[in-house]
């Protein structure tokens, strides 16, 4: 019988905001996978480790560069892929560490894609950066009929005008060396001053900054949360 | 010197997906406050219910009636909010145990207008219906540069079509009597076989209704998920 993956959130930062249930399966799975760079400790791995026990586990870093290039990406998907169904083929279940929440642009997706027709996949989910950021910075992301509106500053300025036009409150991610072009979206639609960047939330070097002050390019671990909705009166 | 006013999400309802943080607070909080129906349990109490340890605090339901007429709602909050103030005067930290996370759609927020000007206040992100509702489907939220757009099925429905119309996922909240106006209007932007119906994700009446066969009107807690996204090649 194939062992069972799991795609485990384990939250944004904070280990503290990791799942009871994230806990357990961290902790009963004989072989526990998280993307990792190339040198170095992985991001996911270093979330949860205050609570991985001192069970015996096979441990599987993935080796998942950021790579802009489309082909070589699904090739490193694809073997990271093929080194989980190894074990998954064997009976052992897998759970793969994801930072913030499995299903919300993470690299899990590509190993998702690849192997829940083959094998039973459950996701379990984690906190998301938008909701983390959301809390240290006191704006609610949603509130009665309110719209939100998530995406990725990669897109041209114009799309993401037209889009954050129609929310009540965006959640900007990817914010990286699009901060100049942000500020200037921003101005266009008089939201500058409405927008907060948000780096690391629920981490020890959580910083929330007014946009029109955001460094450029923002620190990786940062997203822009802006809101036409009023402050609440005190 | 007050109390502090925590907003604390106890997750979409399994109780393991309460976080770590969240326990660690409803443990050692003096006084827990949660909305609560005039007759019967408190949902957000029932959900973190098996992990409330026997330690000695105050219990604070908070009669928050679901009120569509805005000025008697407007006197319950004020009424519960004064209800907490009173111990954080008194020195006395106070968990308010939210559904979901406490800055998405919920009660907290109209706590959080009236006392977060006055009293030290901690939100502690819990995770969120759509996140559970995504992975109960298998239907990822957000990948690559895709935009995620979460909004309510009370808007009109031509508004609800433009603004779909935009994201490449959408959640739809507040479904209750709106199944009939959403399932038209999702045949009008050809997504109707690409949308689900979630309902109670996480519990144990969890429930994946293809949305052209969804009951009208919807259980309460029940949400549409639909993509223009294709399925993964299995």
Redesign the interface.
Same mark, same amino acid.
Do not use: C, H
């Given at each position: 019988m194939s062992g069972k993956l799991y795609g485990i959130?384990v939250?944004?930062g904070? *280990?503290?905001?990791?799942?009871?249930?994230a806990?357990?399966l961290i902790n009963s799975a004989p072989v526990l996978a998280y993307p990792a760079p190339e040198e170095g400790e992985s991001l996911a791995r270093s979330i949860a480790a205050p609570?991985i026990d001192d069970g015996e586990r096979v441990e599987l870093p993935l080796r998942l560069p950021f790579l802009v290039d489309p082909a070589p990406a699904q090739e490193a998907y694809d073997a990271a892929a093929e080194n989980i169904a190894k074990h998954l083929e064997a009976g052992r279940d897998v759970a793969v560490l994801c930072e913030g929440? *499995?299903?919300?642009?993470g690299s899990f997706?590509h190993l998702?894609?690849?192997l829940?027709?083959?094998f039973e996949?459950?996701?379990? *989910?984690?906190?998301?950066s938008p909701?983390?950021a959301?809390?240290a910075a006191?704006?609610?992301?949603?509130?009665?009929?309110?719209?939100?509106?998530?995406?990725?500053a990669?897109?041209p300025a114009e799309i993401l005008a037209?889009?954050i036009g129609?929310?009540d409150t965006a959640v900007i991610i990817?914010v990286g060396r699009h901060v100049g072009k942000l500020k200037r979206m921003l101005v266009g639609l008089s939201l500058l001053n409405q927008a907060k960047l948000i780096v690391g939330a629920?981490t020890d070097h959580q910083q929330v900054i007014p946009m029109a002050q955001a460094p450029d390019p923002a620190p990786y671990f940062s997203l822009v949360l802006v809101t036409r909705r009023e402050a *609440?009166?005190?």
């Open positions: 959130g939250g944004p904070d *280990p503290e905001l990791l799942t009871l249930k806990l357990r609570y929440d *499995p299903f919300f642009y997706l998702f894609a690849r829940s027709g083959r996949t459950e996701v379990v *989910p984690g906190i998301s909701y983390a959301a809390a006191g704006v609610p992301l949603s509130t009665r009929d309110e719209t939100l509106i998530v995406l990725p990669t897109l037209e889009r129609m929310a990817k629920s *609440p009166k005190r």
